[in-house]
């Protein structure tokens, strides 16, 4: 098959890093792929993978016409089968131009909180939980794979040294290093890294050997570092450090004790055998254990808590506190971050590998080529008018104050059913 992969961006974040080392995956499986993307600092790991990249023309916004005519000479000079799009807004570049005018079959990956509702119903969509799965499919959706967030286990491994990254970043090597490796948004991450920088503050002020390196960028990178420097100013030393941002996060998850994270990030952490806290929104804080893995592999990595929305400095200290209740049993039992540790390596390796899913992959795509569905139709009506109120919602918030960056990622928590995992 000749397949063309779109992500919906190439900062560094876990939806990206799926589909790139999906696209590699599937092309060491004997097929012909090309990844399209704006530019971005991932578009470096394309490269290193060796996939084959074509960047978008500059200024080529996703549903303009000039994307539309970009697209469709790729996907008639590649000779391209079926089309793969990452989020919302490459699926409906593609769904509306190579799909619609040029009858190539066309999948979507929502790795989002939340499918979107104008999203075509008969494109095969894949998504990464369970839960997200049923939801997909009550809605309407005729066709939905799941396809949990795969790791490469043999890149990401027990086996990368992370001596280095301590010493690069001045890190302590006698103290509990606790890591979060994400993007700095405000989107999901904000309460929780702000929420970590208090609680480990908190704990070395009790002279607990504790340090916590924030491993990223974004745009609160300047709110998280206020934090981090409150929270040595209340140690009397340097407990919080923010590396920034890398292309290869792996020596700090190799360097960790324990791995703060959600998504990708968490699956991440535990292929180098490092305990895992769950990290999630409203005060969420959760070890993976045996006994709470099952919500997890239900839920997705991530989990919502019972604190008021919007959280304020009251329910920040809160989730500091449910996060400090969490670190203090793993910082005090070497012996239980190890058991923890093997129990998260061998849950990755044998239900998250990058080579099963590109299996997996491989089915979908070989299925959408088989039933491309039916072009112009209903749906299509349903989802063009659900795509243009969506902007005219987008627009009105953005004239009163704002819009999320990510809509479907930055659903309010007031919309969501609190629940625990």
Known sequence: MRILVFPHAMEIGGS??????????????????????APGPLVESVHKLGVDHLPVPAGCGLLSLRMHRF????????????????????????????????GRATISTIMSMEVAPFLPR??????????????????????????????????????????AFRLVNGLDPEKILIVVVGRLVKELKREGLLSACDAVGSLAEREVPVELAIVGDGPIKEEVSEHADKANARAGRKAVVLTGSTMDPRPAYA?????????????????????????????????????????????GWYGLGDLEFPVGAQ????????????????????????????????????????????????EVYASALQNPGHLWSADT????????????????????????????????????SPRTT
Request: charged share 20%; aromatic share 6%.
């Open 16 to 37: 990206q890093h799926n589909a790139i080392e999906l696209a590699a995956a599937v092309r060491d499986r004997g097929h012909d792929v090309v990844l399209v993307s």
């Open 122 to 163: 008969k494109v095969p969509l894949v998504v990464g939980t369970e839960e997200i799965r049923r939801k997909a499919v009550a809605a309407g959706h005729t066709s939905v794979t799941l396809l949990e967030p795969p790791v490469d286990t043999s890149l990401n491994s027990p086996s990368v040294v992370g001596s």
């Open 315 to 362: 329910g920040l200290s809160e989730g500091a506190d449910r996060l400090c209740a969490e670190l203090e049993p793993l910082i005090a039992d070497v012996n239980r971050r190890r058991v923890l540790g093997e129990f998260g390596r061998n849950l990755v390796v044998e239900r998250f590998s990058l080579t099963g899913a590109a299996a997996i992959q491989e």
């Open 71 to 102: 697209l469709a000479n790729v996907v008639e000079e590649r000779a391209i089968d079926v089309v793969h799009g990452y989020e919302w807004p490459p699926t409906m570049a593609l769904y509306f131009g190579t799909h619609l005018f040029q």
């Open 255 to 299: 360097a960790a004790d324990i791995v703060l994270g959600m998504g990708g990030s968490a699956l991440r952490g535990m292929a180098f055998a490092k305990p895992l806290i769950v990290q999630g929104e409203l005060g969420f804080w959760r070890t993976c254990t045996p006994e709470s893995v099952d919500g997890f592999l239900d839920a």
């Open 381 to 416: 009506v349903r989802s063009t008018i659900g795509l243009l109120v969506h902007y005219g919602r987008r627009k009105v918030r953005k004239l009163g104050g704002g819009t999320p960056a990510e809509d479907f990622n930055a659903i309010s928590a007031q919309q969501r």
